[in-house]
C-alpha cells in the first residue's frame, strides 16, 4: 500500500462501503489519515463536510424533499449514552471495545456535521425549544437541544415505565414489597421525520431503566 499513488490510494478509500469502515481506514497510518483529511467527497462521507451536490440532487427530487441522513453514530443502538434532564456534559461515548466512557464532547465526532445535507435549525419530537447553528448543525447539537427542553423538568416527567410488581418475574419475598422507584431515560438513537428547508425535525428513541 505504501507504494500506491495519492490518486490510486483515495480510489481505493473510496470503495470502502460505509462510515465505520472509513473512520478505521484514518487508524492505520498517517498516510491515509491524511488523504482522507483531504479529499473533499471523503470528508463529506466521514459527515465532516457539507455535500453541495447532494443537496442540490435531493432538493430537486420530491421524494427527497423532505429527507436527511443522520450521522451513523446517532442511528440506534447509539453508542451514546445521556439520561433525559442532565447536563450536556451527561452525554457520554461509549467504547465498542472496552465499554470505556468518556464525554462526548472530548471527541472529534461531537463536532461532525448532523446529517447530510446540512441544517441550520433542530427540533426534537414535539418539544417547543430549537437549537440553531449558522454553521451547520453538529452531532453535539442533538444533545445540547434534549438539555434545553429537559434540564427543568422532574425526573418522574419521564415515567412511562409499568411498576415492577406487576412483571410476572416478580416475587414478594426475594424482591420485597417496598419500592423507592426511580426511572432513568437514556438515549437509544434517532431518526429523522422531515426536513424543510435548513431546519430538521427528528424524533428520539428512549430506554426506561428502572430502579430502587
Excluded at 443502538?77 to 465499554?99: C, E, F, K, Q, T
Aim: charged share 30%; with cysteine; aromatic share 8%.
Amino acid at each position: 500500500m505504501e507504494s500506491l499513488s495519492t490518486e490510486l490510494l483515495t480510489k481505493v478509500l473510496s470503495l470502502l462501503p460505509s462510515y465505520r469502515e472509513l473512520v478505521v481506514a484514518e487508524r492505520v497510518c498517517r498516510r491515509w489519515k491524511q488523504v482522507l483529511a483531504t479529499n473533499r467527497l471523503l470528508q463529506e462521507r466521514l459527515f465532516r463536510a457539507p455535500s453541495k451536490a447532494r443537496r442540490k440532487l435531493m432538493d430537486t427530487h420530491n421524494q427527497f424533499k423532505a429527507a436527511a441522513f443522520l450521522h451513523p453514530i446517532l442511528r440506534y443502538p447509539s453508542p451514546i449514552y445521556y439520561n433525559l434532564g442532565d447536563a450536556l456534559d451527561g452525554a457520554v461515548l461509549i467504547s465498542r471495545h472496552d465499554d470505556a466512557r468518556a464525554k462526548l464532547e472530548q471527541y472529534k465526532v461531537a463536532n461532525d456535521l448532523l446529517c447530510i445535507p446540512r441544517c441550520k435549525i433542530l427540533r426534537i419530537d414535539e418539544w417547543d425549544k430549537t437549537v440553531s447553528n449558522d454553521d451547520g448543525l453538529r452531532v453535539l447539537d442533538l444533545f445540547r437541544v434534549l438539555e434545553l427542553n429537559t434540564q427543568n423538568m422532574p425526573k418522574n416527567a419521564f415515567d412511562d415505565f409499568p411498576d415492577p410488581r406487576d412483571f410476572p418475574s416478580f416475587d414478594p419475598e426475594l424482591d420485597g414489597d417496598e419500592f423507592d422507584l426511580q426511572v432513568d431515560s437514556s438515549f437509544n438513537g434517532a431518526k429523522v421525520i422531515k426536513r424543510d428547508g435548513d431546519s430538521l425535525h427528528v424524533t428520539c428513541d428512549f430506554q426506561s431503566i428502572v430502579f430502587n
